[in-house]
């Protein structure tokens, strides 16, 4: 005896439909759309950088429970007037492959972050007509530094220097020390084509050895 078998059609879940919306409120990952009169809540789709905002309007995709998000926005409403905000959530890596990328803005660009700014290149070549930098605190290191100057002036309250060798090379040089100045050396000479003049109130010159002065004429007094 043969039994019959009658297979049942399995309900396939519905499908999502697409549906034009405008955007009444924006919280994080999700938004609230009126679509025809009525409120639906929505997701906002992971590929929808653009943050959407109140009066916009989106392509909607409406499923069961929480299957409906917000596409895309395809216009902006009252927002249009406000600065546009690409959101991403989590680390963010953009990979350019055999190519440059090129960052162009008529206004300005701005780079704000609570925590660090690193910057990795082979060469790096900044131009501007004027350039300003606020730091707390400052270390540069490497191996050469050339610097070329019209004008130059450096104000600080304290400031120590240290090299292994100096050499300065001015064609006029002129200092100027309201308190105390000293000068420890293990030698020192001093070469001057023309006069050299040292004038002072009073003048003490101490030698534990030798003083020696050479010169054709000497006038003291």
Known sequence: MKTAVKY???PSPPSPRLEYGEVVTVADTRATLKIDGEEYPVLIAASCLLRPATGDRVLVSLGEGDDSYLLAILERGASAARPAEIS???DVTLNVRNGT????A???IHL???QDVSLLAKHVELNAEAGRACMEQVSFSGKVLECSF???RRLAGKCEEQFGHL???CGRSTKMVEGHEEVQAGSMRHATDGTMSMQSRNMIQMAEENVRIDAEKIHLG
């Open 106 to 108: 008529d206004e300005g």
């Open 101 to 104: 990328l090129r960052m162009n």
């Open 167 to 169: 050499l300065q090379k």
């Open 88 to 90: 991403l959530a989590g």
């Open 150 to 152: 019209e004008s130059v």
């Open 8 to 10: 049942l059609p399995v």
């Open 112 to 114: 704000a972050t609570r």
